[in-house]
Antibody, heavy 126, light 107 residues
Framework: EVQLVESGGALAQPGGSLRLSCTASGFNFSNYEMNWVRQTPGQGLEWVSNISTSGRRALYADSVKGRFTISRDNAKTSLFLQMNNLRVEDTAVYYC???????????????????WGQGTLVIVSS | DIQMTQSPSTLSASVGDRVSITCRASQTTRNWLAWYQQKPGKAPKVLIYEASTLETGVPSRFSGSGSATEFTLTISSLQPDDAATYYCQQYNEYPWTFGQGTKVEIK
């Protein structure tokens, strides 16, 4: 069974830091690009960050660029999001989600979010 | 950034009705568009990708159509389990963006 399990969400103060984790099982994690997607309370969905299968390439939404860092550990089938200089507007449920499947250096075109975790809640408030 | 606009924002229909949700993009997404269903307290679930391809395991009453900047999600015969919020999402170019959502209610 495919599973993505996020953890690390908590209450943090503005300017503070948090590190989110996502542990994957049931599929070949190292062959998938991975993403973080967030959803603000009562609002819609926002893509936050994407990382390549090797971890060497990362992309960020402008709203988090320079403050958040995505990383992965394929040996531990884990994805991470280091969140620094947190703002009130970062308050959201954070989901990890799978992206494109890649093999032998070639990725398919299926960049949509096929597999999702259950989410972890981050609250930024003083 | 590509802006995605869904209509309507809310839709109320009866069991058995045919319902459609429209998603318009501010510039072409080619066919790189997905539709998701989200129920309260749950993660989104993909229904359709590449504008019209049904994800494995999704009931055939869901279908997607359209191309370039205008797309439609259709539920051919609305069921009670379809009460949810539906989102479109483009993955043609970064940053990937979502529509604001359409809440489907059962009368």
């Amino acid at each position: 069974e495919v599973q993505l399990v996020e953890s690390g969400g908590a209450l943090a103060q503005p300017g503070g830091s948090l590190r989110l984790s996502c542990t994957a099982s049931g599929f070949n994690f190292s062959n998938y690009e991975m993403n973080w997607v967030r959803q603000t309370p009562g609002q819609g969905l926002e893509w936050v960050s994407n990382i390549s299968t090797s971890g060497r390439r990362a992309l960020y939404a402008d709203s988090v660029k320079g403050r958040f860092t995505i990383s992965r550990d394929n040996a531990k089938t884990s994805l991470f999001l280091q969140m620094n200089n947190l703002r009130v507007e970062d308050t959201a449920v954070y989901y990890c989600a799978s992206g494109r499947f890649c093999a032998d250096g070639v990725c398919n075109t299926a960049a949509y979010f096929q597999k999702w975790g259950q989410g972890t809640l981050v609250i930024v408030s003083s | 950034d590509i802006q995605m606009t869904q209509s309507p924002s809310t839709l109320s229909a009866s069991v058995g009705d045919r319902v459609s949700i429209t998603c318009r993009a501010s510039q072409t997404t080619r066919n790189w568009l997905a539709w998701y269903q989200q129920k309260p307290g749950k993660a989104p679930k993909v229904l359709i990708y590449e504008a019209s391809t049904l994800e494995t395991g999704v009931p055939s009453r869901f279908s997607g159509s359209g191309s370039a900047t205008e797309f439609t999600l259709t539920i051919s015969s609305l069921q009670p389990d379809d009460a949810a919020t539906y989102y479109c999402q483009q993955y043609n170019e970064y940053p990937w963006t979502f529509g604001q959502g359409t809440k489907v209610e059962i009368k």
